[in-house]
């Protein structure tokens, strides 16, 4: 078993920045790769950006492209998610993701099994 918990979230102005933090628990010696997905109100989850084990690849949706930097510290067992030059259109509930199997991860939330309870990012115009 691996429990997430996220933190970090909160209100910013259009055009600044926020740091997530997602720290994991238990069997995280399991852990393929971690992603970091976004439920804006009213519509359907969606994928932000994902790390794999060894934090060599990374891969980002074409809307935080160049604004969002995911990275990984393995000795703190956390994985942090960047975000900078911030919209309204990035308001959402921010969930942090990781899977156990090697064939799961990428962009779907269907691949990944454990999940933390999101932390809300509020971003006024």
């Known amino acids: 078993q691996v429990q997430l918990k996220e933190s970090g979230g909160g209100l910013v102005q259009t055009g600044g920045s926020l740091r997530l933090s997602c720290a994991a628990l238990g069997r995280t010696f399991t852990v393929y790769g971690t992603a970091w997905f976004r439920q804006p109100p009213g519509k359907e989850r969606e994928f932000v950006a994902r790390?794999?084990?060894?934090?060599?690849?990374?891969y980002y949706a074409d809307s935080v492209k160049g604004r969002f930097t995911i990275s990984r510290d393995s000795a703190e067992k956390t994985v942090s998610l960047e975000m900078s030059s911030l919209r309204p259109e990035d308001t959402a509930v921010y969930y942090c993701?990781?899977?156990?199997?090697?064939?799961?991860?990428?962009?779907?939330?269907?691949?990944?099994?454990?999940w933390g309870q999101g932390t809300q990012v509020t971003v006024s115009s």
């Open positions: 993701a990781a899977t156990t199997l090697a064939i799961g991860g990428g962009t779907n939330a269907s691949r990944y099994q454990y």
């Open positions: 790390i794999n084990r060894g934090a060599d690849n990374t």
